[in-house]
């Protein structure tokens, strides 16, 4: 009798199952329409039908045909998903004005200027009155302690995107579980406390161990203690949370799967001194890994982190015959399958990134490696989930340590006696504080080490570099080609397990490789797995890097000078003016371009003073620049500055008062008169998304002259101020802009903003990004 572990059929099942993984996030991911979908589920019933006619006289064929009909039915399932309508979303309602929101609260505070995390489910505004979904994040400096489950009101001045600076409240933390705004300036009643449930009980748990931890344990050594021992989020310092994320070590204060990874092992090491049966193990695990994750909140994130790690380590703790690849890719198969939203999730991402990092890489990259196990397993385990997860941490916190493996293999052995000694002490301490003090005092020493090793190591000269713009595009493409890796890659490692009698009918267990998974055939399936995983990257990276065929314009943050980058429907870069300073273009240019973007095909000036010109100094050597638009007779300064993109392969021409096409998108030309004397213009771009008016230098009066000469043609969604924000009366009545954008530094005098318009600076707010759409121009961060 032979079990169907390492059969044919279950290589195929296991690859099946890492094709519907990708597929389905593929399908979501590229914005497959529902038409293709149902064209490929059709085709996979029809395969279907076909595996069930001919099963018995061509099986392989059959197992082939059931693989690809799997994968077509999750390009369905993925495309469906995008069908689904986001109406009624908080996103809509961004810098939309003071707002009043009915929400239920999903995460406690204990008051006295703390946040809280609601979903809201009613929006009331000067324009809207209506149901919407979302979580949002509060925050205030007196907010009334609640519970989750309490349905509250919250009063917000307006509500803005999260930001993308790393950090406790930036968009990549706080995407991760479920938040799509953050309230300003708000305040929050309660309108009704909610039953007993066990959100409530674990909210109650929290609180009992933050009071007992935060009376014994100065910070932050206690917000540390909190977040290592169970995933209970605690703000930090800025100069503590810094050097950790620098190093590579935040992922030790929030719920990971190799913390859960941790946990399991500590188990496994007590069952084994216990002389506890496999079974007995499983269940202890279990029970316990429920109790760690409900503590620390039982957020989506934890609860992907225990489902990944579980996967990972069910071969060690439920048996020899379970391989953890194709348990890992049957997970992400069945949370994609329930929600394809996941792919494009950093924390899903990591999760199953950095465990397939560590399944396929640990193991070879310890055994080459000599010394004491005890530091380089956990550098092992590090440079393989680190070395898997790069695009993901580059594009979600814009950092990636160079020190990490160092830092990881210095501080993961500590971590175990940190859960178990102040984890003990917290909950002895939540009980009888006397009992809890010496543990905690014992934990709070080893993590004091521990902020001190990632201090040390961050003040090293190259210990990590920060990343620009990482497109998302990349992140999915790797997503996609290691899903089929592992997939393939499980398929060869899996085992068939014969059954055997003696003449005396005893059992025999033999266990063998299937004929496929020889030595020969392993290269072959390796180097196939490999180009199979290539080609589904690829293509998944093509298609979803091409161009949403929408307006984006982003207004850079240079400093008081304009710089305004715009990127047409075709995906064409074109640079409006540079600032003054060459250095803080090319680091703003670099936040917001992928890394491989080094040209830009139209540069715009719209004047000629150093304000505008004076940073486009930096472009030769770095950026391509195709074509440089600019009046006549400028100041010897700015000639010299277009002189220099003219020698390095640019061509000029002066774009007085005339209106070209290019990149699919109507530029324009606003002359004026000048009351600088120096040659100058507005710029007016336009598609079928949006309008942008930018406004260069020109004063109150010069727009005054813009609308007497061009009227209504001036109308746009978006206009970008001269530096200081002077808008005339005239111009807003004539352009009735939804948004102004003004270049500033940071502590500049601002002129007051105008009522009833969005006032946004780049001083404040940073770099300010719009996107095209059925109503045009409109803020995304």
């Not at 935040?250 to 859960?260: C, D, F, Q, R």
């Not at 996967?311 to 391989?323: E, P, Y």
């Not at 530091?375 to 440079?383: I, R």
């Not at 007085?656 to 096409?661: C, E, N, S």
Request: glycine share 12%.
């Amino acid at each position: 009798m032979t079990r169907l572990v390492g059969s044919p059929a279950g290589r195929w099942v296991a690859a099946a199952t890492g094709g519907f993984a990708a597929s389905c996030g593929a399908g979501y991911a590229l914005g497959a329409p529902l038409g293709v979908g149902s064209c490929a589920l059709l085709v996979g019933l029809i395969l279907t039908v076909i595996c069930v006619v001919v099963r018995r006289s061509h099986a392989r064929f059959a197992m082939v045909a059931v693989a690809v009909a799997v994968s077509l039915t999750g390009v369905w399932r993925g495309a469906a998903a995008v069908e689904v309508p986001g109406k009624g979303t908080l996103d809509g309602h961004l810098g939309s004005g003071p707002v009043a929101l009915v929400a239920t609260v999903r995460t406690a505070t204990s008051g006295g200027g703390s946040d809280a995390i609601v979903d809201a489910s009613h929006l009331t505004a000067a324009d809207a009155d209506s149901s919407v979904s979302g979580g949002l994040l509060v925050t205030g400096t007196n907010l009334p302690a609640v519970a989750p489950g309490d349905r509250v009101q919250v009063d917000a001045s307006a509500l803005r995107a999260p930001s993308r600076q790393p950090g406790p409240q930036s968009e990549a933390t706080l995407e991760r579980q479920g938040v799509v705004a953050v309230a300003v300036a708000s305040q929050m009643s309660v309108l009704q406390h909610g039953g007993p449930s066990i959100p409530r009980a674990v909210a109650a748990i929290q609180a009992r161990l933050v009071a007992a931890v935060d009376g014994v344990l100065p910070q932050p050594a206690a917000a540390l203690l909190l977040g290592i021992a169970f995933g209970i989020h605690q703000p930090l310092a800025p100069d503590i949370r810094a050097p950790l994320q620098q190093a590579g070590l935040i992922h030790i204060v929030v719920v990971s799967g190799l913390k859960v990874v941790m946990l399991l092992g500590l188990i496994t090491a007590l069952g084994r001194a216990l002389a506890w049966s496999p079974r007995r193990t499983v269940v202890v695990a279990a029970l316990l890994v429920m109790l760690y994750v409900l503590a620390s909140g039982a957020g989506p994130a934890a609860i992907r982190s225990a489902l990944m790690a579980g996967a990972a380590l069910l071969a060690r703790t439920g048996g020899r015959r379970v391989d953890p690849l194709p348990a890992l890719t049957l997970v992400a198969a069945l949370m994609l399958g329930i929600d394809p939203r996941l792919v494009l999730d950093p924390g899903f991402q990591l999760s199953f990134l950095g465990t397939t990092g560590i399944l396929l890489l640990a193991e070879p990259i310890s055994a080459r490696i000599p010394g004491p196990r005890l530091l380089v397993e956990p550098f092992a385990v590090t440079l393989a989930a680190q070395a898997a997860t790069v695009p993901v941490m580059a594009g979600t916190f814009g950092v990636i340590s160079i020190v990490g493996p160092v830092a990881n293999a210095l501080v993961l052995p500590l971590l175990p006696a940190i859960i178990v000694v102040g984890g003990g002490g917290a909950i002895f301490s939540a009980a009888l504080p006397v009992v809890g003090w010496l543990p905690l005092h014992l934990a709070g020493v080893v993590i004091s080490g521990i902020v001190l090793v990632a201090r040390g190591l961050t003040a090293l000269p190259g210990s990590s570099f920060q990343v620009g713009s990482w497109p998302a595009s990349w992140s999915i493409a790797e997503l996609s080609g290691l899903i089929v890796v592992a997939a393939l890659a499980a398929a060869t490692r899996l085992r068939s397990t014969e059954v055997l009698r003696d003449p005396a009918g005893a059992p025999i267990v033999r266990s063998s490789r299937s004929s496929s998974c020889l030595p020969g055939r392993r290269r072959t399936w390796a180097a196939g797995a490999g180009v199979a995983g290539l080609l589904a990257a690829a293509l998944t990276g093509a298609v979803a890097s091409r161009p949403d065929g929408e307006l984006h314009a982003t207004v850079l943050d240079v400093g008081s000078g304009p710089a305004v980058l715009v990127q047409t429907a075709d995906g064409s870069l074109a640079l409006i003016d540079g600032g003054a300073s060459p250095a803080r273009l090319q680091q703003a240019l670099g936040r917001v371009l992928p890394p491989l973007a080094h040209r830009l095909g139209l540069v715009v000036l719209t004047g000629g003073n150093k304000a505008a010109a004076a940073g486009l100094t930096g472009l030769p050597g770095s950026y391509d620049v195709g074509l440089v638009l600019v009046r006549a007779g400028l100041a010897p300064g700015a000639s010299k500055v277009v002189d220099a993109l003219q020698a390095a392969g640019a061509d000029v021409l002066d774009p007085a008062g005339k209106a070209w096409t290019w990149g699919g998108a109507a530029w324009r030309c606003l002359d004026f008169s000048a009351m600088s004397g120096s040659p100058t213009c507005a710029l007016l771009v336009a598609d079928r998304s949006g309008r942008l008016l930018v406004l260069g230098d020109a004063g109150t009066a010069d727009q005054e002259e813009l609308c007497a000469t061009y009227a209504s043609s001036l109308a746009a969604d978006v206009v970008v101020t001269p530096p200081g924000g002077a808008v005339s009366p005239l111009l807003l009545t004539v352009v009735r802009a939804g948004a102004l954008a003004v270049p500033s530094a940071k502590g500049d005098h601002v002129a007051p903003a105008p009522s009833g318009v969005r006032f946004d600076e780049t001083g404040a707010n940073g770099d300010l990004s719009f996107v095209g759409g059925k109503n045009g121009l409109h803020e995304v961060t």
